[in-house]
Each structure stands twice: as structure tokens, then as C-alpha cells.
Nanobody
Framework: QVQLVESGGGSVQAGGSLRLSCTAS????????VGWFRQAPGKEREGIGT???????????VLLDSVRGRFTISQDAAKNTVYLQMNNLKPEDTAMYYC???????????????WGQGTQVTVSS
């Protein structure tokens, strides 16, 4: 059973930065891909980006246009941890952020069978 533990959320002023962590455990074959998603109240869940965990490249792929250039995804394989670095945060980035794991990467949350508990990010203007 794959388990995901997130940390790093909080409150920050616009222009600030936060780094979210997602530490995974369990069968590696079931968590080949780690994705980051977010959901604001009253809105649909958005796919932010993904990272294959079994590659030598440390950088993930950011899929969401509104955060590209501000958010990056990276990995520390030795710690089984995938990071979401968020810079130049804006009030519209306020949401609950989730990491998820699955056997392949997709921008659709339906492809991911395992989810973390979520961590709140609040950006004030």
C-alpha cells in the first residue's frame, strides 16, 4: 500500500515562496509517477505537474500554464520525496494542494490511485 505524506503548506504574502514536500512509501511499482494537484473552494481540481520517480532526471514537468515559470517540481530519490517549489505566489494560488501517486503520469487526477492528505496554501495580497 502506497502512503504519501505532505508537508510545507502555510500562509504567505503575495510574492513569497513555499516548498511543499511529498514523501512516499510502499511498492515503488505503484508510485512510478508522483503528481501535484490543487483545488480551491468551488473549483475543480487542477493538475499542476508530474514527476516520474524512476528516472535519473531530477526535474519534473509543470503542466499548468498559470504556474509555469513560477513553480518547479524536483525529487530527492534517496529520501523518496518529491518537491513542489512555489515562487512569486499570487492570491489566486490559494488552494488545498495534494500530491498523488500512480503507475503512469497524467494531467488527470483520475490516473492516480493514491493521495496525500493535502496541505493548505493561503496567499494574501
Amino acid at each position: 500500500q502506497v502512503q504519501l505524506v505532505e508537508s510545507g503548506g502555510g500562509s504567505v504574502q503575495a510574492g513569497g515562496s513555499l516548498r511543499l514536500s511529498c514523501t512516499a512509501s510502499g511498492p515503488t511499482s505503484e508510485r512510478r509517477c508522483v503528481g501535484w494537484f490543487r483545488q480551491a473552494p468551488g473549483k475543480e481540481r487542477e493538475g499542476i505537474g508530474t514527476k516520474y520517480t524512476d528516472t535519473f532526471t531530477s526535474a519534473g514537468i509543470v503542466l499548468l500554464d498559470s504556474v509555469r515559470g513560477r513553480f518547479t517540481i524536483s525529487q530527492d530519490a534517496a529520501k523518496n520525496t518529491v518537491y513542489l517549489q512555489m515562487n512569486n505566489l499570487k492570491p489566486e494560488d490559494t488552494a488545498m494542494y495534494y500530491c498523488a501517486a500512480g503507475t503512469y503520469c497524467s494531467d488527470s487526477y483520475r490516473a492516480f490511485g493514491y493521495w496525500g492528505q493535502g496541505t493548505q496554501v493561503t496567499v494574501s495580497s
